[in-house]
């Protein structure tokens, strides 16, 4: 399989404590792989770290075989990246959001805005101002924003968080469509297990800064349990070993 991320003992610890700590995993083409974890586990952290908005204390992070500090430009080029919430301009149309957004990439030609559009399901609406929008709508936006270079790697941060139910159906099929059609690894942290279960192949389990768990969600299901009970799970057994120590 042809490797796409590679995260070898990142660490990252802030003024308050808190952070990360010796966070290790890897994603290959196609691959989903979800990051899950409480509110102030050090998800979005992490995620910064990856897409080079943080530095960490120590680790290294390899996007497609490449330090991504040494080749930042040209690696992330082949990313695409939505962190922390769905920006789009209210005030301009979905087309025009994404006309805007294409100009970070000079060699892209038009007609990519009219298939991203597609490939989100936003084409109907495409001359519709995104301020009436639902926020289900907005994220798909904000998702055909991140595919405009055609990236082989998507980061994703809460893609779910908020939406109703029609909402968090079609961010999944979205997804699952391009990670099976098209190769896309997708990297997703969610605090919604149950929602993603539906979505991820692999997952791993942060908690306060550790990557204390990681597995394929094929092997978990086969042994019948829900991704939800496995991690309650995981969560009951570092608590137990603690109040030991």
């Keep these: 399989m042809e490797g796409i991320l590679e995260v070898q003992d990142v660490s990252k610890r802030f003024n308050n404590g808190r952070g990360i700590h010796n966070v290790g995993f890897g994603l290959s083409k196609g691959d989903v792989f979800g990051l899950f974890g409480p509110n102030g586990a050090g998800k979005t952290t992490l995620l910064k770290i990856i897409t080079g908005l943080t530095r960490p204390d120590r680790g290294t992070v390899r996007l497609f075989g490449q330090p991504a500090p040494q080749r930042f430009e040209q690696v992330m080029a082949r990313v695409g990246c939505v962190i922390e919430s ?116 692999r997952f791993g389990i942060l908690r306060q800064g550790a990557l204390i768990r990681q597995d394929r969600l094929q092997g978990l299901l086969s042994d019948g349990l829900t991704l939800e009970q496995y991690y309650l799970e995981q969560i009951q057994t570092i608590k137990e070993a603690n109040a030991y120590v």
């Design 86 to 201: 769905a920006d789009v301009y209210d005030y301009l149309s979905a087309y025009e959001n994404l006309k805007l957004a294409s100009r970070f990439y000079p060699d892209l030609p038009r007609s990519r805005i009219d298939q991203v559009l597609e490939e989100v399901g936003l084409t109907p609406y495409k001359r519709e101002k995104a301020g009436g929008f639902s926020l289900g709508m907005k994220q798909r936006l904000a998702l055909a924003a991140a595919l405009l270079p055609n990236p082989q790697l998507m980061i994703l941060d809460e893609p779910t968080n908020g939406l109703d139910i029609e909402g968090m159906v079609d961010i999944r099929q979205t997804i699952s469509r391009l990670a099976g059609e098209q190769g896309i690894a997708f990297l997703i942290s969610s605090h919604m297990i149950g929602d993603m279960e539906k979505l991820v192949n």
